[in-house]
Each structure stands twice: as structure tokens, then as C-alpha cells.
């Protein structure tokens, strides 16, 4: 990374596999975006997800489709340190450390922990209590300013800013206090139209699908509810497609908008134009990750190439982190 007085960025997203639109609106494009300006390092964060997982999983085959996505949506691993959380196993050890100033209270009380235990009241288990200790370990061991993140982090950040706080009170002004920097974007529903689009919810609409079943995907979307017939007017303010429409066909909103009012235009058509108009956007990135694909060594070697770069930024901070608070340095 260049010797400039750019910030730098951190963000962290569990491997999820294939990403959809949601995904992609609410957080690549914003990455890719802040390449230009600051120095990023994006993890993809496989030891948070063992929070939730029980059994022995193919985690290879989401991180790899999650960094496929990644990359075809344009992060660029010449400026960008992509890499897997696990592969700079320092982050443990400075999650242990950070530990040791976290009040128990701090963690119990959060709001993401609470909702947790109620979606998985039969595996409350420890890592889930530390779950923001690891993610300030993450943005502090590469010594981020900036982090975007969606507004369900900001208590996460905010917990972030109060451990390193009480760490530098205690043993020095090592860690750098992180901002979030959140964007602004649009809440892209699922195609249920009722809940966030997710794939747990399977409403979702994936970056990497084939037109075809996208076509499919967007035919099944949830529309004005209001609208049980083609002759009924519609309410694009509460439509799903429409305010896709507002992304994928900015010169057609307005006539879309009109038309559906006064249903000249119905759901069917609505929806075969938006599937036509996303496919269109889509092409590029769905060409360009079909090729990467095609050379999965060559994702190995950019995370591989990104865990390398992260562990010397690791280091120097972790050696900075004991020497403050006294550890004995084995060399
Ligand atoms: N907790 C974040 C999420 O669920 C993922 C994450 C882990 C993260 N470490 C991070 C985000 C560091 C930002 C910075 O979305």
C-alpha cells in the first residue's frame, strides 16, 4: 500500500457464498467505490461465522464464491489487500488480549447479542459473547480509521471505539479509535417484498445467476399487494420492483411510475423490463466471473497474496500492543 496520507478502510463480511443484489447494493459497490480513495483491506471474516455453525462445513466454497464476487464486481487485489480472516491467525491473539479489558457487561447487554440468543437459544456459546472482540480485534490489528459498515454494525463500532479507548487509557495511545462511515443505501428488499433480501430467507437474487433464472427470480417477486389485477391502479411507493426500477432504469422511472398508477403499464411487464434492464447491467460482471472461475488457483494465490500483506501490518501492531502492556517479547 502506498506511503500516503490516504485513510485506510477496513470491512469485514462473513463468507456467505454466491452474493445477490442486496449484497451487492449495500456493500461491494461501496468497497469497490472506496478503493479510489483510501487504502482498503477487506477480510472475509470465516472465524466470526464459526459463531453460528455447528457441524463440519465447505467453508472453501463460500469464501471462494464470495471472493469471485468480489473480484468480478472490480475490488482490485493490486491496491486492495483482500484476504481470509483465519489465514493471520494474530487476530486471535489480540482478540485474547482485547479480552482482558472487556467488561462482561458491555458484550451481554449488546443488542446483536441479545438477538442471537433468541435465534439460537440452543447454541449460546462463548464465541457468540465475543463476537465484537474479535471484530475490534479485526479493525484494530490493521490499524483502520475508516470502517463502512451497515447500520446493524454501528453498535459493534461503537463497542470498538470504547475498548480501544480503555486500552490506550490503560496502557498507552496504541490503537486508533475507528470511525464508520456509513453510506447511503437503499434497503433492497427480497423478492417475498416483506423482508430484507437474505439468503437464509432464499428471497434473494443472485449477482452470478444465468439471465434466465433471473428472469425467474424477478417474475416472482412480490408486487403492490394492492394490485390483484391488471386493471387495478398501482402504488409504486410501496413496490419492490419499482424501487429497482429507480437503480437498474433511471430513464424509465418516471414513466414507469406514471403508467403503473394509472395501470397502463402491469406487474408482468413492470417485472420483464426490470429483469431485461438487470440482466443488461449485470453482463459485464457475470463475463468477468465466469473467467475467474475458471482459474480458481488464481483466487488461492489472491488470498494468499492478501493474508501475506495483512500478517506484516499483524505483526508490527501486535508487537506494539504487548510491549505496552508489558508482555515479555520472545525476541
Ligand atoms: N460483524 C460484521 C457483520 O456481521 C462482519 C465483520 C467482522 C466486520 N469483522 C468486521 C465488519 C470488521 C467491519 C469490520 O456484518
Not at 485474547?96 to 446483536?112: E, K
Not at 428472469?215 to 409504486?236: E, N, Q
Not at 429483469?275 to 482459474?295: K, Q, S, T
Request: with cysteine.
Amino acid at each position: 500500500m502506498s506511503e500516503t496520507t490516504r485513510g485506510r478502510v477496513f470491512s469485514g463480511a462473513r463468507p456467505t457464498g454466491k452474493q445477490h443484489l442486496g449484497n451487492y447494493l449495500g456493500a461491494i459497490r461501496n468497497y469497490v467505490a472506496l478503493q479510489d480513495e483510501y487504502d482498503c483491506i477487506y477480510c472475509i471474516v470465516d472465524l466470526h461465522a464459526l459463531t453460528t455453525i455447528e457441524r463440519p462445513t465447505d467453508m472453501w466454497h463460500d469464501v471462494r464464491d464470495m471472493a469471485l464476487d468480489w473480484l468480478a464486481a472490480g475490488m482490485d487485489p493490486a491496491r486492495t489487500i483482500i484476504f481470509v480472516q483465519s489465514h493471520v491467525p494474530q487476530v486471535t491473539e489480540l482478540y485474547t488480549l482485547l479480552g482482558m479489558v472487556t467488561p462482561m457487561g458491555w458484550l451481554s447487554r449488546l443488542p446483536t447479542f441479545k438477538e442471537k440468543v433468541r435465534q439460537q437459544p440452543d447454541n449460546v456459546n462463548y464465541g457468540l459473547l465475543g463476537y465484537p472482540v474479535l471484530m475490534a480485534a479485526d479493525i484494530v490489528l490493521y490499524k483502520a480509521d475508516t470502517v463502512p459498515v451497515g447500520d446493524d454494525q454501528l453498535p459493534h463500532l461503537e463497542f470498538t471505539r470504547e475498548i480501544v479507548r480503555r486500552f490506550n487509557d490503560r496502557f498507552g495511545p496504541v490503537l486508533i479509535e475507528p470511525q464508520a462511515k456509513l453510506t447511503d443505501v437503499p434497503r433492497v428488499m427480497g423478492t417475498d417484498g416483506a423482508n430484507k433480501m437474505s439468503k437464509s430467507l432464499n428471497n434473494q437474487i443472485e449477482l452470478a445467476a444465468t439471465p434466465e433464472e433471473t428472469l425467474k427470480r424477478v417474475m416472482g417477486m412480490v408486487t403492490d399487494p394492492a394490485r390483484a389485477y391488471r386493471t387495478d391502479p398501482g402504488h409504486p411507493e410501496v413496490c419492490n420492483v419499482f424501487a429497482l426500477h429507480g437503480i437498474y432504469s433511471p430513464d424509465r422511472v418516471a414513466e414507469i411510475e406514471r403508467e403503473c398508477r394509472v395501470a397502463g403499464i402491469g406487474c408482468v411487464d413492470c417485472k420483464r423490463l426490470f429483469a431485461a434492464n438487470l440482466n443488461a447491467a449485470l453482463a459485464p460482471f457475470r463475463e468477468r466471473r465466469a473467467e475467474l472461475a475458471a482459474n480458481e488457483d488464481m483466487v488461492r494465490e489472491v488470498l494468499a497474496d492478501g493474508a501475506h500483506r495483512a500478517e506484516a501490518l499483524a505483526v508490527e501492531t501486535l508487537r506494539e500492543v504487548k510491549e505496552a502492556i508489558g508482555l515479555v517479547l520472545p525476541f
